[in-house]
C-alpha cells in the first residue's frame, strides 16, 4: 500500500519513511496539483481530518492508497496552551503575553518562519516574567483508508511532555526545537540525536504503523 502524507515538507517526509518503512510514502504532489487547504479547525485534530480529506477526496483512484495528514504545535503552560493550533504563525500574534494567555488576540494569517515565531515566544516568557514553563509538543495523524469500498478514517495522538526555556536559538533547528527540553533530558530538543525516536510525531506514527500493520 502507498501512503500518500499531505505535505510536501522534506523533514516530514524523510521521518515518515523511516519509521513506516514497510511503505512507499509519497508526497501528495506526486498524484495532484498543489491544493491551498483551509486549516481552519479548533483542534490539532480537526485541522489533521481536514488535510487529510481534502486529498482523499480529490484522488481520482483510492485503490491501495491512503492519506495521512498531521497537524502538531507547541503548546504552552504558561500561555494557556498557546501557541497551541497557531504554532506555525505565532509571529503574526501583535498582542502581548498576557492577552494571549487570556484567549484575547487576533487569528494570525501568516506564518513568518521558525525564527520569529520562538522570539514570539521568548517574548511572552520574558513579558510573564518567567524563565521557563510546562510544555507539550502535541501531534495528530489523521488517516483515510478504503477498505472494500468503505473510508475508515482514524486519528492517532502523540504527545512529548517537557518544558520552554529562554536558550540560545540555533537558527538551523527546526520549529521551537532550540526551546523545548524533554521530560528526563538537559539538551534542547534540537541538540539530542535521538530526537526522532521520541518526538510527538514518532509516538503519533508509532500507533499508526501498528494500525497500518495488516496493509504491510
Same mark, same amino acid.
Given at each position: ?36 487547504? %483551509? ?42 496552551? %498557546?501557541?497551541?493550533?497557531? /504554532? ?10 498576557? #492577552? ?40 495528530? %495523524? ?12 482514524? /486519528? ?32 534542547? %530538543?534540537? #541538540? ?6 521520541? /518526538? ?6 508509532? #500507533? ?9
Amino acid at each position: 500500500m502507498t501512503i500518500i502524507f499531505a505535505s510536501n515538507n522534506a523533514k516530514k517526509l524523510q521521518e515518515l519513511r523511516a519509521i513506516l518503512s514497510a511503505f512507499e510514502v509519497q508526497s501528495y504532489h506526486t498524484f495532484l496539483d498543489a491544493i491551498e487547504i %483551509m486549516e481552519n479547525g479548533s483542534s490539532f485534530a480537526e485541522n489533521a481530518r481536514l488535510k487529510a480529506r481534502a486529498i482523499y477526496d480529490r484522488l481520482p483512484n483510492k485503490n491501495n492508497l491512503c492519506v495521512l495528514a498531521d497537524d502538531s504545535g507547541l503548546c504552552v503552560d504558561a500561555l494557556n496552551g %498557546m501557541p497551541g493550533i497557531f /504554532s506555525a504563525r505565532f509571529a503574526d500574534i501583535p498582542q502581548n503575553a498576557h #492577552q494571549i494567555a487570556q484567549g484575547d488576540f487576533d487569528v494570525p494569517q501568516q506564518d513568518l518562519g521558525d525564527q520569529a515565531n520562538n522570539l514570539k515566544l521568548l517574548a511572552c516568557l520574558k513579558e510573564l516574567g518567567i524563565k521557563q514553563s510546562g510544555a507539550s509538543f502535541v501531534c495528530v %495523524m489523521a488517516l483515510c483508508v478504503c477498505v472494500g469500498g468503505v473510508l475508515q478514517e482514524k /486519528s492517532f495522538r502523540g504527545e512529548c511532555r517537557g518544558k520552554v526555556c529562554q536558550a540560545p536559538l540555533n537558527p538551523k533547528a527546526f520549529g521551537y526545537d532550540p526551546l523545548f527540553i524533554p521530560e528526563g533530558h538537559t539538551l534542547t %530538543m534540537d #541538540q539530542i540525536a535521538t530526537k526522532n525516536t521520541l /518526538s510527538h510525531r514518532f509516538l503519533a506514527l508509532q #500507533q499508526c504503523k501498528e494500525f497500518l500493520k495488516p496493509y504491510s
